[in-house]
Structures are given as structure tokens and as C-alpha cells.
């Protein structure tokens, strides 16, 4: 925050920073600098302050980052709208990867019930995923949390994110529940919620409906619930892209449970990169109904996210302990169960329990396995396959 402002100390003692006392509008015209205004006074209060975006009006704003840590503890109430800049200059000569920053602060509650709209089609256009001649840049997350403890973001509607919706990076103890997010399936890379050296977080109650992963879970985040969860469309729910840069990586205790996924291009996926180190364990997946989705069940440690072909490596993040329990429904492909493992890493202690995945539209569909050690607890359709070392 770069500006520098005249208030009233009276301010500080208020329960209630509404930004429109602090010169937002609300009229299609930037309001940046207001909520800035209004943070600085919010963040610096001795006592517990409401920072009100007010409803029945839409504010626009450029990149801003909500820097901590504060005095004291903020409840941010968004009921109205917030809609990013459409001019892609506004972020020159900053970083392209955010556009709303929530950084370093404690006990701070978001909900409201509004809009958080990242007006992101400008973006997708000159994505090289859509025009592949461009070069390849980084777009900004709508909301990023980074290194925020004792977080809740709760009732928000998201959507239309440049790329990812929601991040949570470098967090503990967070409660992220009745999230409505949404972006057209075409859209790039617009993750739902993504999670990244992360601790203990509950993510609970949320619709999700993109262009890409409704959750995706990554490196150094542990301890992570996922419960009642629609999906749809998107890439399903993934952790991974685990050991890229043959770097040493590791997500483990993680949780998701009752979970509806619909059209989804993956169901469940754990994927990493040849070549890497660590390990991603104590996963569970459970009561889950996958509605004609391509890939149900999958494991890649072959994942390769590049247009050339990725060299075989001989080093591998470990896959283990990993639990699928009451997952039913239909795959739009014959194969609804592929664990494709590493040679000189196989995927182990891999349990199946209560499988029943036939094909859309009727049909048996079919396993494929390699290089992995799975248990079958009571039934399994399709039947795990041999481990083909």
C-alpha cells in the first residue's frame, strides 16, 4: 500500500469500517484506493472491527493486498460486489499471480454472502492454453490467503477467476465452508480451491463448477478435510503435481468425504512428477458418487504437464497408505480404475473398499494397473487388475 492518508484516530475506536464512509462508490469507477483506506484504519483498530462492503452495489478494484498483521481481529462482510479491473495493465510491474491478497493475519472471518468476480475472460483470451502461439504468464488468483492463521471464509459466491478462484498458501487452522465458485468449463486453469503448504484446514459444504481442479491439494499441505462437496464440471478433485523440478515434496493426511462429481474430467487423482522425492500418504477418499466422469479412480506418477515427453527418471515421490472406501457410479470411459505407478517406486498399501463403478450408459468397465500393491476389501467392480511389474 503505497498511499498515504489523513484520518480521524476517532476512527479506530469504530466497530464498523464501512468503505464507502472512506470515499468508495461503488459506480463502476476504481475504488482501490478507498478500500485501502478503509483496511489501514480496520487493521490498526485496538478492538475487534466489521469492515462492511455494503450490498445493491458493485465496487471495482485493481490488484490490493489486505496486509497484517493487525491489532486485533477483523470480520470482513462483503454483501455487495467485487469485480476486478479488466484492464490486464493494472497488474504491470506487479505480481501477475494475485488480485485480491489477504497476507500474514490472524482471526480474521470472511462471508457476507456476496460476489467476488474476477472478470476473467480478458485473461482467458490471451491464455496460451487458448492461443497457443502466446507465450505461457502467470494470471492472478481472485483470493489468495497467504500465512493467515485461525481463518474462516464462509458464504461467498466466486467466480469467473482469471485463473485459480481461492488459494490457501502457507496457512493453519482454517474453516472454508458454503462456497458457491464458478467459471465456464473452457476457462484455463481456474482451479476451485487450492490448497498449498497448508495445515489443518476444513473445507466443507462447497458447489464447485470450473474450467479446471475443483480442489486441488499440493506440496506441504497436511492435514486437510474435504466434506460435502459438488463437483462439476472441472478435473475433479486432485493432489498432487507433487516432485516437479525433481524437487522433494509431500501432502499426507487428508480427508475427502461425501462427494458428488459430475461430468468431471478425473474423479479422485493423485498425481506426481518423475523425478521428484517425498512422499504422499494417509489419504482417504470415501462416500463418494462419480456421475459420468472420464477417469474415476486414478494414480500418475508418470504426471507430465509439458508438450514435449518427460524423460523416465528413476527417483519417484512415494505413494502409499491411500484408502477408497464406497465410491459408486458411472465412468464415461472403459477405464475407471488406473494406477499407473513408478518402477523403481511402486505405489503401495493401496486399499479398495466397496468399489462399484460401472460404465455410463451400462456396461463393465475395467481396471489398469502398473507397478502397484492394492488390497480388495469386500466388493470391487471394476476387480483391481495385476500389478504388472
Known amino acids: 500500500m503505497t498511499h498515504s492518508f489523513d484520518y480521524d484516530s476517532s476512527s479506530y475506536n469504530k466497530a464498523v ?31 475487534p472491527v466489521t469492515f462492511m462492503v455494503a450490498n445493491d452495489k ?37 505480481n501477475q499471480r494475485h488480485w485480491l491478497l489477504f497476507n500474514e493475519i490472524n482471526d480474521l472471518e470472511v462471508g457476507g454472502g456476496g460476489t467476488i468476480d474476477g472478470n476473467g475472460n480478458i485473461w482467458w483470451q490471451n491464455s496460451c492454453k487458448i492461443k497457443t502461439s502466446l507465450p505461457c504468464r502467470d494470471a492472478p488468483t481472485a483470493m489468495t490467503f497467504s500465512k493467515c492463521k485461525s481463518l474462516k471464509v464462509n458464504d461467498l459466491s466466486i467466480r469467473n477467476s482469471q485463473q485459480i478462484h481461492v488459494s490457501f498458501e502457507r496457512c493453519n487452522n482454517v474453516h472454508a465452508s458454503q462456497l458457491s465458485i464458478s467459471s465456464p468449463e473452457s476457462s484455463p486453469n481456474t482451479d476451485g480451491i487450492h490448497v498449498t503448504g497448508t495445515q489443518n484446514i476444513n473445507i466443507t459444504n462447497c458447489v464447485i463448477q470450473t474450467g479446471d481442479d475443483c480442489i486441488s491439494i499440493v506440496g506441504g499441505s497436511q492435514g486437510v478435510k474435504a466434506m460435502s462437496i459438488t463437483c462439476g464440471p472441472g478435473h475433479g478433485i486432485s493432489i498432487g503435481s507433487l516432485g516437479s523440478d525433481n524437487s522433494e515434496d509431500y501432502v499426507s493426511d487428508v480427508m475427502v468425504d461425501t462427494a458428488t462429481l459430475t461430468g468431471t474430467t478425473n474423479g479422485v487423482r493423485i498425481k506426481t512428477w518423475q ?48 484408502l477408497y472406501k464406497n465410491i459408486k457410479g458411472t465412468s464415461a470411459s472403459e477405464i475407471a480404475i488406473g494406477f499407473e505407478c513408478s518402477k523403481s517406486v511402486p505405489c503401495h498399501d493401496i486399499v479398495l473398499q466397496d468399489i462399484n463403478l460401472v460404465k455410463e450408459g451400462g456396461g463393465i468397465a475395467k481396471s489398469s494397473c502398473k507397478n502397484v500393491e492394492w488390497t480388495k476389501k469386500a466388493q470391487a467392480l471394476p476387480e483391481p487388475c495385476d500389478a504388472n511389474y
Not at 469507477?29 to 478492538?47: G, I, P, Q, Y
Request: charged letters at 30%; one cysteine or more.
Open 275 to 322: 523425478g521428484g522425492s517425498g512422499y504422499a500418504r494417509h489419504i482417504i477418499f470415501q462416500n463418494i458418487n462419480m456421475k459420468n466422469v472420464e477417469n474415476p479412480i486414478i494414480i500418475d506418477q508418470n504426471y507430465c504437464d509439458s508438450k514435449k515427453a518427460c524423460n523416465q527418471q528413476k527417483s519417484a515421490v512415494e505413494v502409499s497408505n491411500i
Open 58 to 94: 458493485k465496487y471495482k478494484l485493481k490488484p490490493l493486498t489486505f496486509q497484517g498483521p493487525c491489532k486485533s481481529n477483523i470480520k470482513l462482510m462483503i454483501e455487495g460486489s467485487i469485480e476486478a479491473s479488466s484492464d490486464r495493465s493494472d497488474w504491470d510491474g506487479k
Open 17 to 47: 469500517i464501512d468503505v464507502e464512509d472512506y470515499g468508495a462508490k461503488g459506480d463502476g469507477s476504481d475504488d482501490s484506493e478507498a478500500f485501502e483506506k478503509a483496511w489501514r484504519v480496520a487493521c490498526s483498530s485496538s478492538k
